[in-house]
């Protein structure tokens, strides 16, 4: 269920066929209807991008309020188990690091990030109220940086900007120093933490990410050389509230669930190329049929 507003449908064609998948395009803030049983209501709604902070503020908001509250009920009318995708920005920018869950955060709540920051706290509060009041079976995965194929091209985001840029021969923008650090966790682990999270029936916000932190200079340079580009790398202002540190202590994951990312983020990278590679040949068609 999605209502496209960054998603893309082409992601998922290959699915379209399968026994057993659908797909119903829908904004989750309006009222959810799903016939028949359910066993578990994934809830990972909304604009993610740093970028989506300014273009789609009011809906970032609703979707963690309103869209979070519904698909609670949806949960809690079929018995079904609850899985809020939650994120590493409710540490905001923190003070401690690495980041364990009993971290409170610092985050600026009428700062442009404050948006997602705040929708997520929001809708970790209201998960919990949920499982606490109603009795439903509830997980909270804190998401941290998550990298792969099906990216959008203009997602915003450090990686996918790094790739489109360096493909491009363009110049990798970098924002401040270039100091600043952050983990970068390939897809498919995360998918196996988020499967290992919903059958574990652990309750309480639990960190998903790669451990290995780098600086965004050092993960430029390194998709530059990936892509054999001569782009430069360059620096510009760094935006207000943006963390300077962000890297996850999966101490409670590991003894939880028994998990921890094995893709290193060298080869998650090699696996993304292709990707992007595919993506600007898509451009370079479009432009040249002009």
């Given at each position: 269920?999605?209502?496209?507003?960054?998603?893309?449908?082409?992601?998922?064609?290959?699915?379209?066929?399968?026994d057993?998948?659908?797909?119903v395009?829908q904004?989750?803030?309006?009222?959810?209807?799903?016939?028949?049983?359910?066993?578990?209501?994934?809830?990972?709604?909304?604009?993610?991008?740093?970028?989506?902070?300014?273009?789609?503020?009011?809906q970032?908001?609703?979707?963690?309020?309103?869209?979070?509250?519904?698909a609670?009920?949806?949960?809690?009318a079929?018995?079904?188990?609850?899985?809020?995708?939650?994120?590493?920005?409710?540490?905001?920018?923190?003070?401690?690091?690495?980041?364990?869950?009993?971290y409170?955060g610092?985050?600026?709540?009428?700062?442009?990030?404050?948006?997602?920051?705040?929708?997520?706290?929001?809708?970790?509060?209201?998960?919990m109220?949920y499982?606490?009041?109603?009795?439903?079976?509830?997980r909270?995965a804190?998401i941290?940086?998550?990298y792969?194929?099906?990216?959008?091209?203009?997602?915003?985001r450090?990686?996918?900007?790094?790739?489109?840029?360096?493909?491009?021969g363009?110049?990798?923008?970098?924002?401040?120093?270039?100091?600043?650090?952050?983990?970068?966790?390939?897809?498919?682990?995360l998918?196996?933490?988020?499967?290992?999270?919903?059958g574990?029936?652990?309750?309480?916000?639990?960190n998903?990410?790669?451990?290995?932190?780098?600086s965004?200079?050092?993960?430029?340079?390194?998709?530059?050389?990936l892509?054999?580009?001569?782009?430069?790398?360059?620096?510009?202002?760094?935006?207000?509230?943006?963390p300077?540190?962000?890297c996850?202590?999966?101490?409670?994951?590991?003894?939880?669930?028994?998990?921890?990312?094995?893709?290193?983020?060298?080869?998650?990278?090699?696996?993304?190329?292709?990707?992007?590679?595919?993506?600007?040949?898509?451009?370079?068609?479009?432009?040249?049929?002009?």
């Open positions: 269920m999605d209502n496209l507003l960054t998603g893309r449908l082409e992601n998922v064609e290959d699915l379209f066929g399968r057993g998948f659908s797909f395009e904004d989750v803030t309006e009222f959810i209807h799903v016939p028949g049983p359910l066993d578990a209501v994934l809830h990972f709604a909304s604009p993610a991008s740093p970028a989506d902070f300014e273009r789609f503020p009011i970032i908001l609703k979707v963690g309020a309103l869209g979070t509250h519904n609670l009920g949806l949960a809690k079929k018995c079904a188990v609850f899985l809020l995708a939650s994120t590493s920005e409710c540490y905001g920018d923190p003070e401690l690091n690495p980041q364990p869950e009993s409170r610092n985050v600026n709540p009428i700062g442009i990030r404050g948006v997602y920051d705040e929708a997520k706290r929001f809708a970790e509060a209201m998960t109220a499982h606490r009041y109603h009795g439903v079976s509830t909270i804190r941290f940086n998550t792969g194929p099906y990216m959008r091209p203009d997602d915003g450090a990686i996918p900007a790094f790739f489109m840029q360096a493909l491009q363009k110049d990798l923008t970098v924002f401040g120093d270039g100091s600043q650090t952050r983990t970068v966790n390939y897809i498919s682990d998918v196996d933490g988020i499967l290992y999270l919903l574990s029936g652990y309750f309480e916000p639990l998903l990410g790669n451990p290995h932190e780098l965004i200079r050092e993960l430029a340079e390194q998709i530059r050389d892509c054999k580009s001569e782009s430069e790398v360059v620096y510009r202002e760094l935006p207000p509230d943006d300077k540190v962000r996850p202590d999966i101490s409670r994951a590991r003894e939880v669930l028994s998990w921890e990312p094995k893709v290193a983020p060298d080869e998650g990278l090699r696996l993304t190329l292709q990707y992007f590679e595919a993506e600007v040949a898509k451009l370079r068609e479009a432009a040249s049929d002009r």
